[in-house]
């Protein structure tokens, strides 16, 4: 009788042990990185008119205009002919962006237009791209100004920000963590229903590409 | 060994319970075996729709709106060139742009909203399939935005001397959106199994004759 009282103890401090390992390996998964945080791109955010710097490209969103339709310039080359008019069932939104790089030459991938509900616009492809902030190559020195276009309805315009990536990797390569810049567009409820009520009849994508 | 009081009473009392229990289980799954109730219950007959029809695809909502042929001058004043074309309402319930795609042909598959059009009859084959575009007032467009509706046209060049036919007939697949493991996977079509998509409707339309379009 002694002696069982120690082992006793012994054998309940080794499962209180046990036990108190599992729940703490337990709880340590929710410190593990989730899907998108080890696959997703690194983000850089900011707000209207200031100038957002991700890692290799620096992007400021100048203004914001709506419009029913969108007319190039002149797009001599293309398909879709000169002067040729887009419209759409909801409205169009045009950012103008500035954009710069920090190293190398490159160009930005057709941006995305994230709403609050959490859908992803991409820019629309029915005005020509070399017009929008896809067309030019973005150099170190100078900020390239050109707009980018998306086709939303226009209750998805309240809180919406505006993602702006480089294209991915020139030699075709896939790249981790790729940077991005998400910029808020500053649109309450107020402003957004005033951008749609003064919207304008056609938007002209300026000059040449 | 002892046997205890009793014990010539007690070895008469076979234990038959468990043995019968599983002759009797035996015998109704063998029943019910042979009865067919076994086999896989056979999936829902395709709805049978017609024009202006609305199904739930998934990831779309798609109205047939009709079927049409028409005739475009041919360019460089060559010979008049005939389509038909299948005229769609999508609109986009999923949270991302996607594309109108285009349908499977000589079988390799399609991809994105027309991938869904699983089979017309009769066929149409050209080199490159037909033409799939977001119809609007000026500039066609070949995106789905997401809570929009569509106008989404699929043109079929007629082979020269072909008439259009009467009526067509399309097989429609719907989309689901699968959970992925490691990553994102996205819609895709609705397949039993590995099998091939399954057929959730057919849609007849009958095609009208348009002079120009």
Known sequence: ??????????????????????????????FAFSRDDYSGPLTWTGG??????????????EGVHAARAIEAGTSPGTSSGTGQRATTKGIFLVVDLAATS?????????????????????????????????????????WVRKAAVFEVPPAELAGAR?????????????????PEVEIDLGLDEAAAARLVSTAKDVHTLAGKP | MTSPPGGAATRRRRPVAVPVAALVAAAGLGITAALGGL?????????????????????????????????????????????LEIVFQVTNKGDET??????????????????????????????FGPDV??????????????????????????????RPPGQVRLD??????????????????????????????????????????
Request: hydrophobic share 35%.
């Open chain 1, 48 to 61: 209207l008119g200031e100038t957002v710097t991700a890692s290799r490209i620096s992007v400021r969103a």
């Open chain 2, 98 to 127: 996607t594309g109108v795609g285009a349908p499977g042909q000589g079988g390799k598959p399609g991809y994105f909203f027309a991938g869904s059009l699983l089979r017309m009859t009769p066929e149409i084959r050209s080199d």
């Open chain 2, 172 to 213: 429609v697949g719907t989309f689901e959106h699968p959970e992925g493991f490691t990553q994102e996977i996205g819609w895709l079509l609705a397949k039993d199994d590995d099998g091939p998509p399954v057929v959730a409707a057919q849609v007849t339309l009958p095609v009208r004759r348009k002079a120009a379009g």
């Open chain 1, 162 to 178: 505006i993602v702006v990536h480089p294209q991915e990797g020139n030699g075709g390569l896939i790249e981790p963590s790729a």
């Open chain 2, 39 to 83: 086999d896989e219950a056979p999936d829902d007959p395709p709805r049978r729709l017609g024009p202006g029809a609305v199904l739930d695809q998934g990831e779309f909502t798609t109205r047939f709106v009709e079927s049409r042929a028409t005739t475009r001058p041919g360019r460089y004043g060559g010979p008049d060139k005939r389509y």
């Open chain 1, 102 to 142: 920090t190293r190398v030459p490159q160009r930005i991938a057709p941006p995305v237009l994230l709403t609050e509900s959490g859908r992803r616009y991409a820019a629309t492809d029915k005005v020509n791209g070399d017009l929008t902030i896809t067309g030019p190559f973005i150099q170190w020195g100078w």
């Open chain 1, 1 to 30: 009788m002694a002696r069982s009282a120690p082992g006793r103890w012994r054998r309940l401090g080794g499962l209180l042990t046990g036990a108190v390992l599992a729940t703490a390996a337990v709880a340590a998964q929710s």
């Open chain 2, 133 to 162: 575009f977001v119809q609007a007032d000026g500039v066609p467009g070949k995106q789905l935005h997401p809570g929009m509706e569509s106008t989404v046209v699929v043109r079929y060049e007629l082979p020269e001397g072909r």
